[in-house]
């Protein structure tokens, strides 16, 4: 099994265990703290395209407004099929299966999150430069 196969397991394994105990709320007040911090830097509106890098079983996109709402997991799959994550989750947020270094959508995305997942990662950091340096 490879580094990356172990840590996947490891992480679907953490929240299958803990899937019935877990409460979600938690993510509510993960996106008002988004929201204040980025208060004066730039608004969140119904236009603003984000984007989740490593959504898990919901995450803070659940919760900001805006009708352009995508999430990226390789683990989707799993996060999708655990009935009490999917039905917590806004039906209007876009989730796909894939890693933060295949972004799958073409999108201008004027916020990306990534929370929890910075220790997965090394290329992702620089591809996402790379990306704004396009002018993405
Ligand atoms: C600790 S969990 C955090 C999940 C969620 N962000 C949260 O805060 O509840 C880390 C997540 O990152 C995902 N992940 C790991 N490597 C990734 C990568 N290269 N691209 C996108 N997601 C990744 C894992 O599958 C896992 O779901």
């Given at each position: 099994m490879s580094r990356w196969d172990v840590a996947q397991s490891y992480e679907k394994d953490w929240w299958n265990i803990r899937k019935d105990e877990?409460?979600?709320?938690f993510y509510r007040s993960f996106a008002r703290e988004i929201k204040e911090k980025l208060s004066g830097i730039m608004e969140i509106d119904k236009k603003t395209h984000i984007l989740e890098i490593?959504?898990?079983?919901?995450?803070d996109i659940t919760f900001l407004e805006s009708d352009h709402r995508y999430a990226i997991d390789p683990l989707e799959d799993f996060y999708s099929s655990v009935e009490k994550f999917a039905r917590f989750r806004d039906k209007k947020v876009k989730y796909q299966k894939a890693k933060g270094e295949d972004i799958p959508f073409e999108s201008n995305f004027s916020l990306i999150l990534l929370s929890?997942?910075?220790?997965?990662?090394?290329v992702m950091i620089q591809r996402l430069s790379l990306w704004r340096q396009k002018g993405c």
């Open positions: 877990l409460d979600l709320e490593g959504s898990g079983a919901a995450e929890w997942i910075m220790y997965w990662i090394t």
